[in-house]
């Protein structure tokens, strides 16, 4: 074979190769703009949240974390876990280099009330006079009611507890909120 045949005959397969290098180079570029957009905003969240990077800086981090994956996204072999801990690194890092130049929690941010605790306090009145109606009644409507509102019960599941069907379940939970309501109203009066 002359050199002239071996050229062109290894031509059409450079050229398939080429195109397919370059198909494939498309694909991964299409693929970073899904994973990109994805997840930027969740690492930006969890270098906010969790580790109260400013919110400029956390943007860098995620963008250099994205970066790194696109460098590195063969090795990767599940991609979310790696990148949450990617941003977590990514974080302390920025932290032991910057530590020097924040200043130190206040006192203020240590002292967070739990919202569950609060909304507890505040209801609190309310169940213990909800208790007291509850001692004034007989023991069916005391059972009913709290399973009604101290268990959660819905009206069906009173209802299947009871052995009765729901259209009744709800006439007597109807007729036990009116006993307690006369009854404690009358508590009250007494006293």
């Not at 930006?44 to 590195?72: C, N, T, W």
Request: aromatic share 8%; charged share 25%; proline share 5%.
């Amino acid at each position: 074979m002359s050199p002239y045949l071996r050229i062109v005959v290894m031509w059409p397969l450079i050229q398939i190769g080429a195109m397919t290098l370059i198909t494939t180079h498309l694909q991964d570029d299409r693929q970073f703009e899904v994973v990109y957009s994805g997840y930027f905003g969740l690492l930006v969240q969890i270098a906010i949240h969790k580790f109260r990077v400013p919110d400029s800086e956390a943007e860098g981090l995620a963008h250099d974390v994205l970066m790194s994956y696109l460098r590195k996204s063969q090795d990767v072999i599940e991609l979310r876990p790696w990148l949450v801990g990617a941003i977590c690194h990514a974080s302390r890092h920025y932290w032991r280099l910057n530590s020097r130049n924040v200043a130190p929690d206040t006192d203020d941010k240590l002292d967070r009330v739990d919202p569950a605790s609060v909304r507890i306090l505040d209801s609190l009145p309310n169940q213990l006079a909800a208790r007291e109606a509850l001692e004034c009644l007989n023991p069916r409507c005391r059972e009913i009611l709290s399973m009604r509102y101290f268990e959660g019960c819905t009206v069906i599941e009173v209802a299947e507890r009871l052995g009765v069907k729901p259209k009744y379940a709800q006439k007597l939970i109807a007729k036990c909120l009116r006993r307690a309501e006369t009854l404690y109203g009358e508590k009250g009066k007494v006293q």
